[in-house]
């Protein structure tokens, strides 16, 4: 049981369970927040806030005042240095020294690399900064080809995310100390805290294997179909199974996943002949009537067409949508204690991973981060995949060895329970908040499904994320990253550098869930009193694809076509499959890469073109001092890195986001931490992930 104790209890009668269709509360009321610059981000962020009962303004409007204290101050340099009334457009050090003498309460700046960085002064783009997290060095295309940008602005918005989670975080402990907070958010350390996890985890490890989903078996990736495409991807040998039962007899000679994967191209060959004559409906629901992860390619549109028939409709575009969409309800507990009547500190908040795989345990990871108590529960008999799968550590298999698992789960905890029918095996009373991502079966057996939390009468938040939700006819369909980003549709808007639709190569729709159940956790702990259950029901699927809504109506096309001048271009390197992004935002920049690079700019048919510098000047450069040139002449430039060129960056180190904690299986090892930090304070020490017996 996690330390406190439980205050005296009264009983009354539980009322019926009452539901928020708009999945809007007032937990931040009275919380006034002011923002700096009209960007991708700031509007996620600003919407983040707001859905939560925060009062937002903008600070472009003419006369506003920051000696007025606000409870919250988001500045965004990511892209460029706001032109805000009140704000210094100067260097580093004005912009600090202004923020000193300014702040009174809790303030956020968020820029490219980080404001203590050599390269603080700089700036970036959507296509940069996924560059310089690591998104684009893992998402590569055919032979010599660029890498695949994502459709939209996903990272900036994620980046986004990560702001608003940052400043509840803020508020939390200016509310701790009374003293003003400058809180130092990198975009590039968001990214690799997010949409690089697991191959920062695999990276950082010194896993020598292939990472991410590759690693596992076949079927994997696009199938074509008689009305479109489907996504298919099997990583269990219970999914394998159920694989071959649809399939029948051609893949007779190939029992295990393991043998799948090594005969990876007769496998795909034999789904291809199976889905060429069906219809994408008819392929999604056969195969996920047997628990194979499959979905069908959806634009965001027939997402949302679908979704109206399906018992849980959605609509990103409706007035009162909610910029992090859930089914969220509450019924009124049965008990009440002194904690009610008060937001509740992180150091007091008591919280249960009832999780595994990514989503859940990660979000659960950076509430222990910011000082929560978090007990992550496992049950012996049935291990978290990553625990018992890897990758491991140089190589060498163990329970406590997994690159994967002990990046997601630090500052946590161990309660061992196993699953019993009964449903009533754990006892929730310790805990202010359960997180679940298990199936709804699992989640019952070991006493952490809904219903079963809410009849205890003690819990005050149950939050399960799940690929489609817990309602609606896709409640029990299997679902990966990859699954979802198919079924939301960012795969179906991306374009590869030859026009081909194309994934992006990490997981991006479970560390975004990671992101919304943090936030949702924090904005609940701040509500002035919670005198009801919550319950919080996210589809990963639905959170995708907000953040996709602005590619409506935009054929797939249109998101790659040039700029009028400029635009997105890949610079090739001498060593193969190595780029540096750029991005030129108008004609002034296309004039300013002539000037350094010494030739004219090559005739740009696409965005995310690759081009080759012309002799000169920096033709004989190599890629660090390339990438400095071009960024000292004022232009966004940065080079594409890999997981493994992020955990040697020596400035990632030196802004503790990677942290070493110490593991009695591994000694010390490295994981990533919050990407942000307070100016003026040494980030808090995180712990390893919990350890097995080593007689297991």
């Known amino acids: 049981m996690p330390p406190g104790s439980s205050p005296s209890a009264t009983v009354e009668q539980v009322a019926p369970l009452v ?24 509007k996620m962020a600003s919407g983040i806030l707001a859905q939560f009962g925060a009062h937002v303004e903008h600070l472009d409007a003419a006369g506003r005042d920051l000696t007025n204290p606000y409870d919250v101050v988001l500045v965004d340099r990511i892209e460029a240095a706001p032109a805000a009334a009140g704000l210094p457009l100067g260097d580093i050090a004005e912009y600090l020294d202004f923020v000193t003498h300014t702040n009174r309460t809790v303030w956020i700046t968020a820029s490219a690399y980080g404001l203590a960085d050599e390269r603080a002064e700089a700036f970036a783009s959507e296509t940069t900064i996924l560059a310089a997290g690591g998104i684009l060095g893992h998402s590569p295309g055919r032979d010599q080809d660029p890498p695949t940008i994502p459709a939209g602005s996903i990272g900036l918005k994620l980046i986004g995310n990560v702001i608003a989670m940052a400043a509840l975080h803020g508020i939390h402990k200016f509310r701790a100390t009374g003293e003003p907070v400058h809180i130092d958010l990198s975009a590039q350390g968001s990214l690799v805290a997010t949409g690089l996890a697991l191959e920062m985890g695999h990276a950082l490890a010194g896993c020598p294997d292939a990472g991410g989903s590759a690693r596992y078996g076949a079927p994997t990736g696009f199938f074509p179909c008689r009305d479109g495409s489907v ?125 595994h795989v990514l989503a859940v345990p990660l979000a659960a990871a950076w509430l222990g981060a910011m000082g929560a108590q978090v007990v992550k529960l496992e049950d012996p008999e049935r291990l978290d995949i990553y625990r018992r799968r890897g990758p491991f550590a140089a190589g060498v298999p163990g329970l406590n060895r997994s690159g994967y698992f002990n990046h997601l789960n630090f500052c946590k905890s161990s309660l061992d329970m196993r699953g019993d029918s009964s449903g009533s095996v754990l006892d929730a009373e310790p805990y202010d908040v359960i997180m679940t991502n298990l199936s709804p079966h699992r989640a019952k057996n070991i006493g952490v499904g809904s219903e079963s939390i809410a009849a205890t009468g003690t819990t005050t938040m149950h939050l399960a994320s799940s690929g489609f939700g817990l309602t609606g006819e896709r409640a ?62 996210i589809s990963m699927a639905e959170v995708m694809a907000t953040h996709l809504a602005d590619l ?145």
């Open 552 to 696: 409506i109506g935009r054929p797939p096309e249109e998101n790659y076509r040039p700029a009028a001048a400029g635009g997105d271009v890949f610079i090739r390197l001498a060593e193969p499959q190595r780029f540096i992004a750029l991005t030129l935002r108008d004609a002034r920049d296309v004039k300013v890469f002539e000037s350094v690079s010494g030739g004219p700019l090559p005739a740009l048919h696409r965005r995310g073109q690759a081009i080759t510098l012309p002799e000169g000047p920096l033709s004989a450069l190599g890629e660090e001092q390339l990438e400095a040139r071009l960024r000292s002449a004022g232009l966004r430039a940065c080079r594409t890195y890999t997981a493994h060129d992020l955990a040697a960056d020596r400035r990632l180190h030196d802004a503790e986001l990677f942290q070493t904690v110490r593991s009695s299986a591994l000694g010390n090892y490295v994981t990533t931490g919050l990407p942000w930090r307070f100016v003026g304070c040494a980030k808090a020490p995180l712990t390893a992930a919990p350890e097995r017996p080593r007689d297991e």
């Open 231 to 355: 996504y298919v991807l099997v990583l269990e040998q219970h999914q394998w199974v159920g694989f071959r039962s649809v399939l029948g007899s051609v893949l007779d000679s190939i029992p295990t996943l393991e043998s799948a994967r090594q005969r990876a191209d007769e496998v795909n060959a034999a789904m291809t002949a199976w889905s060429s004559t069906r219809t994408t409906d008819e392929c999604e629901r056969i195969l996920q009537g047997v628990g194979v992860p499959c979905t069908i390619v959806n634009t965001v549109e027939r997402f949302i067409e679908r979704s109206s028939g399906s018992g849980r409709p959605f609509d990103p575009t409706a007035p009162e949508a909610a910029t992090l969409p859930a089914e969220f309800s509450v019924s009124p507990r049965r008990r009440h204690n002194d904690r009610d009547a008060k937001p509740i500190p992180l150091s007091e908040l008591r919280v249960l991973d009832a999780g």
């Open 19 to 42: 539901n928020f269709p708009s999945a809007r509360t007032s937990w931040l009321v009275g919380i006034r927040v002011v923002t700096s610059g009209d960007t991708p981000a700031l």
């Open 476 to 537: 029990g369909y299997r679902a990966y990253g990859t699954t979802i980003h198919a079924f939301s549709g960012l795969i179906a808007a991306t374009r590869n550098a030859r026009g081909e639709m194309a994934g992006v190569g990490t997981p991006w729709a479970d560390p975004l869930a990671s992101v919304t159940i943090t936030t949702w956790v924090l904005a609940w702990t701040l509500a002035p009193k919670r005198t009801e259950n919550v319950s919080v029901d």
